[in-house]
């Protein structure tokens, strides 16, 4: 019996530091000096592609605890574009379409992160059955194609405005990245070094709020506003722009308490651009924290409206914050960021 093949890949979920938003495009045109900085994190994503002799396709969804089968003749236009009838399994199913794959192969996946957490778990799982899909196909993986490809597919998915494209690239090259949107291409440089991974890791606390989101939403009503005219989304999207740069520039020269003081600057900017971005909840929390801890910055990841927030502290109070976090029926997110892929 012939040996049965498998093949496997990881990629990071990401931690936004600042920037978020700023990756919707063209907003990325018009707003000057515009960097997306992000890390990739040990929380990974995985996929494993399981060649069968069967004429399905089975998908296994870990997070969910759910099995799928689909045969060939369901991997129909109609059926993939046009129609619900992949369900949960759309975005998947696009993906092997993207590799005429339709029979054969048993698909398991898990994201790598709790579902609306807002660290964009689903986009780096997208980009990571990618890449296992290369593997399988002995295709030569082209990060710009396949962050292209794989966020096509999931904007017509969500339907709900442009996507931003910060989320698919720590799967596919880790470290620390600023990106910068340049017509016809994403422009993105690595800023790991061990010295602020180490900054980083002590001074950063990853909270999952456990609050349902919707990023969607969030985005696009501050796409809308950007270019309906509003002032107000206007200014703030300038002001998260600067705080953006100022931030890049901190990372370049080392001053890395300036970092971390913007980034807690950049959460609270973007409060600001649209309402239910921090959940009550969450400011209280936060409000409370305040009070015990001091000096402490707080972030919400993605577009926010809950799912996980980061706060900025001192490493000497990172055990007070994390019971804290504890009573308040909320759960810390233990990461490091993982080092760059691309050599």
């Keep these: ?46 996929v494993d592609i399981i060649e069968t002799s069967n004429d399905t396709v089975e998908i296994e969804s870990l997070d969910y605890k759910t099995n799928y089968k689909f045969s060939k003749i369901d991997f129909t236009y109609d059926n993939l574009y046009q129609s619900d009838f992949f369900k949960e399994m759309t975005f998947v199913c696009q993906i092997l379409d993207l590799f005429k794959i339709n029979s054969k192969v048993k698909v398991v996946l898990s994201s790598g992160a709790p579902a609306g957490s807002g660290l964009g778990g689903s986009s780096a799982m997208g980009v990571t059955l990618y890449k296992a899909l290369c593997l399988m196909t002995k295709t030569t993986l082209d990060i710009d194609e396949a962050v292209l ?11 709900q405005g442009v996507p931003g494209y910060q989320d698919y690239f720590p799967a596919l090259c880790g470290g620390i990245l600023a990106l910068r949107g340049r017509p016809g291409k994403i422009e993105r440089e690595q800023l790991f070094s061990l010295e602020l991974k180490d900054f980083l890791e002590s001074r950063i606390t990853l909270v999952y709020s456990g609050i349902t989101r919707n990023s969607g939403i969030n985005n696009w009503d501050v796409y809308k506003g950007f270019f309906d005219g509003d002032k107000n989304i206007r200014s703030c999207m300038n002001t998260i722009a600067e705080i953006s740069f100022q931030t890049y520039k901190g990372i370049r020269t080392r001053d ?25 909840p969450v400011k209280e929390f936060y409000k409370n924290l305040k009070l015990e801890v001091g000096s402490v910055g707080m972030k919400m990841c993605g577009a926010g409206g809950g799912g996980c927030f980061i706060l900025t502290h001192r490493s000497e109070d990172a055990q007070q914050i994390s019971e804290s976090i504890t009573r308040y029926n909320m759960t810390k997110l233990d990461f490091l960021i993982e080092e760059p892929l691309e050599k």
């Design 149 to 159: 490809k794989v966020k096509g597919c999931e904007s017509r998915i969500l339907n």
């Design 256 to 280: 890395f308490e300036m970092v971390l003081d913007l980034i807690g600057k950049e959460g609270q900017a973007r409060e600001t651009l649209a309402e239910g971005i921090t959940p009550e």
């Design 1 to 46: 019996m012939p040996e049965t093949k498998k093949y496997s890949a990881s990629g990071s979920v990401r931690v936004d530091l600042v920037g978020g938003t700023l990756d919707l495009e063209p907003i990325n045109l018009i707003l000057p000096n515009v960097a997306t900085l992000n890390v990739a994190t040990s929380l990974k994503a995985n």
